[in-house]
């Protein structure tokens, strides 16, 4: 029925309709395209309760809190530090060199992977927090 409908139209008709689906079948492409490419791509980002509570880990995931004090343990650039959201502590251990802004009791986010036998995540990354107030250096003459 819509082949009929589309032999009655005029050229100029026709030529916008294809066009049309065209467009719309690009877009939709473009589309399903990019959402694949993001689903391989997305970081969760949980708390130490929340990182708890999952029974399936995804491969890699953000664990965002506070660093607890006095639990930083570092040697040759091997470091173990514990991270809290005041309910739950979870052992974080990361090997390289630390963000400069990283310390005790200041909000950090560790990229990596949680596993769940030995109860330990493994950081390849750590992103340190800060304080959403801009301080510029000061100036010495």
């Known amino acids: 029925m819509a082949f009929v409908e ?12 294809i066009r049309l689906v065209l467009i719309l079948s690009l877009g939709t492409g473009i589309c399903l ?4 490419a993001l689903r391989e791509n997305i970081v969760y980002f ?7 509570v999952l029974t399936n880990h995804p491969k ?6 506070l660093v607890v ?19 739950t502590t979870i052992l974080v251990m990361y090997s390289g060199r630390l963000p400069d802004l990283f310390r005790e009791n200041q909000g ?6 949680y596993n769940d036998s030995k109860k330990v995540f493994t950081a390849t990354q750590l992103l340190a927090k ?11 003459y």
Do not use: W
């Open 6 to 17: 589309l032999k009655k139209m005029s050229p100029k008709a026709k030529q916008r309709t």
């Open 46 to 52: 949980k708390t130490p309760s929340e990182l708890l």
């Open 69 to 87: 004090k006095g639990t930083v343990h570092s040697k040759n650039s091997q470091h173990n530090f514990m991270v809290t959201d005041q309910k």
């Open 60 to 65: 890699k995931l953000r664990l965002g809190g």
């Open 130 to 140: 800060h304080d959403q107030y801009y301080r510029p250096p000061k100036i010495t």
């Open 33 to 36: 395209f990019l959402v694949g």
């Open 108 to 113: 950090i986010v560790a990229i990596g992977n």
